[in-house]
C-alpha cells in the first residue's frame, strides 16, 4: 500500500499565494506521476496538474502561468506553488501518485493512490 499525506492548504486572499506538499510513503518501488486535482462540491475532480518521472508538466489551462508543479523524486514528495490565486481556485486539492509498489519483483504491483484532500479557499 501506498499513502500520500497532503499539507499546505488553508486561507488565502485573491492575488495571494499558497504551497502544497504531498508525501507518498509505503512499499514504492517506483513512481511514474504525480499530480494535482481538485474538487468542489456539486462538480467532478478535475486536473490541476501533473509531472512525470521524466520530467514531463502538464496543467490545466485555468492554471497555467499561475500555479508551478514540481517533485522531489529522492523524498517521494511532490508541490504546487500556487501564486495569483483566485476565488475560483477554492476547492478541495487531492494529490494523485500512479506508480508500481512492491520492492521484490514478486511482489510488484501497480497503484493509483490518492491523498486525503486538503482545503484551499480564496477571499475576494
Known amino acids: 500500500q501506498v499513502q500520500l499525506v497532503e499539507s499546505g492548504g488553508g486561507l488565502a486572499q485573491a492575488g495571494g499565494s499558497l504551497r502544497l506538499s504531498c508525501a507518498a510513503s509505503?512499499?514504492?518501488?517506483?513512481?511514474?506521476?504525480m499530480g494535482w486535482y481538485r474538487q468542489t462540491p456539486g462538480k467532478q475532480r478535475e486536473l490541476v496538474a501533473t509531472a512525470s518521472s521524466g520530467g514531463t508538466t502538464n496543467y490545466a489551462d485555468s492554471v497555467k502561468g499561475r500555479f508551478t508543479i514540481s517533485r522531489d523524486s529522492a523524498k517521494n514528495t511532490v508541490y504546487l506553488q500556487m501564486n495569483s490565486l483566485k476565488p475560483e481556485d477554492t476547492a478541495v486539492y487531492y494529490c494523485?501518485?500512479?506508480?508500481?509498489?512492491?520492492?521484490?519483483?514478486?511482489?510488484?504491483?501497480?497503484?493509483?493512490?490518492w491523498g486525503q484532500g486538503t482545503q484551499v479557499t480564496v477571499s475576494s
Open positions: 494523485n501518485a500512479g506508480g508500481e509498489s512492491g520492492m521484490s519483483i514478486f511482489s510488484r504491483r501497480n497503484f493509483n493512490s
Open positions: 509505503g512499499s514504492i518501488y517506483t513512481i511514474h506521476v
